[in-house]
């Protein structure tokens, strides 16, 4: 199990399309992938539970990957995250 802290920096933050972008990206890889503000709390393979988060730009979350994949699900997140979601800034 690995955890990573990745801040939400695009301007409209974890919105309805970066949350669907985000838990399609996870639900690609086999294992569990959970997030949270606090602590990794929701199962980021679910728009509703990342949408629920109401994560803003410049909100930090903690990432929590646990099986076979979760080195390259960890560096797949942290990239669209960095690229914005693929949406500009």
């Known amino acids: 199990m690995i955890q990573a802290k990745i801040t939400v920096i695009n301007k409209l933050g974890l919105h309805a399309r970066a949350a669907t972008k985000l838990a399609t990206l996870a639900n690609r890889f086999d294992c569990k992938i959970s ?13 509703m539970s990342l949408m629920l988060l109401a994560a803003n730009r410049g909100t930090e979350l903690i990432f929590e990957f ?12 942290e990239a669209l995250f960095a690229n914005y979601f693929d949406e500009g800034q």
């Open 35 to 47: 997030t949270g503000i606090d602590q990794p709390t929701v199962d980021a393979k679910s728009v």
């Open 66 to 77: 646990d099986g076979d994949e979760e080195e390259d699900a960890r560096e797949a997140i």
